[in-house]
């Protein structure tokens, strides 16, 4: 039977978003169902691991299978569906408090994995639901409500943490430009591996980060950049003058699904071990 192809919209469930007029992640939502559609995606054989915070509830507003996590368990826990059944497309969505926080830990490991599923982490540089406390990316000197007198942490900076992990695709998108998201996610969903998509999402209500001052400094990755190449793509993050967004990085290397059918196929090639030989070592 043939995949039905289906609008953008028609991905949407039946679950209304929550978030505040303005917020970035509609714009985040529009790209994905977009990219869903580009790619004749069913509903049926995706799934959804979501996070805590407003990004967290990502995964009701889309139609197909969703498992709401704990704070900060979105990427093992997608990691695990895909385990089991590697047949499916797996996301994981969660927030800059979410995933590089209490869940950031993950990130590495997941790397080491090299999954085949796509992790979103909508940024917008403070906990929002919860009422404007610091995160891991909010600015040095910023006031928030835990840090009235101005934060004096040093913000993280994503794509160098995961150009330096060796995670196999790593893209930095801003969800005011939903064309450019669209394409973004797009090839990260067709990605063989694990794929992470850092997003710039201003908060509207807590003002760390606005689209007219992220407009200022966003620039497009050039065209002749070379994904392959892990030297220019820090070169382009640790661009100073310019925040640039795009594909800065891409490689194919075996997934986390075919190693573990390689060792299964070694495994049986191997003749086991006489038992009873074992057990006399200890009598």
Not at 73 to 95: M, Q, Y
Not at 260 to 267: M, N
Request: aromatic share 8%; hydrophobic share 40%.
């Amino acid at each position: 039977m043939s995949e039905v192809a289906l609008k953008a919209k028609e991905y949407r469930s039946d679950v209304k978003p929550v978030w505040c007029v303005g917020c970035g992640d509609y714009g985040e939502l529009s790209a994905f169902t977009q990219a869903l559609s580009n790619l004749h995606i069913q509903p049926e054989k995706m799934v959804i691991a979501s996070g805590i915070g407003c990004s967290g509830r990502f995964s009701h507003f889309v139609k197909c299978y969703a498992f709401h996590t704990a704070h900060g368990r979105a990427l093992p826990a997608a990691i695990g569906v895909k385990a089991a059944n590697p047949d499916l497309t797996v996301f994981s969505v969660g927030g800059d408090g979410d995933g590089l926080g209490i869940g950031g830990g993950h990130i590495p490991h997941a790397a080491r994995k090299n999954a085949d599923l796509t992790y979103i982490i909508s940024d917008n540089g403070i906990y929002g639901l919860t009422k404007g406390q610091s995160s891991p990316t909010t600015p040095i000197n910023r006031v928030t409500t835990t840090a009235p007198f101005g934060m004096v942490e040093r913000p993280l900076d994503p794509v160098r943490m995961f150009l330096a992990y060796g995670i196999t695709f790593v893209a930095l998108g801003f969800t005011y430009d939903v064309k450019g998201l669209t394409h973004i996610l797009t090839e990260a969903i067709k990605h063989k591996g694990f794929s992470i998509v850092h997003l710039l999402a201003p908060c509207v209500n807590y003002n760390i980060t606005t689209a007219d001052s992220l407009r200022e400094v966003i620039a497009p990755i050039p065209d002749d950049h070379d994904r392959g190449d892990i030297k220019k793509a820090f070169q382009l993050a640790l661009e100073d003058t310019k925040i640039y967004t795009g594909i800065f990085y891409q490689i194919d290397t075996p997934t986390l699904d075919d190693d573990v059918r390689e060792l299964q196929a070694r495994s049986k090639t191997r003749k086991p071990k006489d038992i009873r030989g074992i057990f006399e070592q200890f009598i």
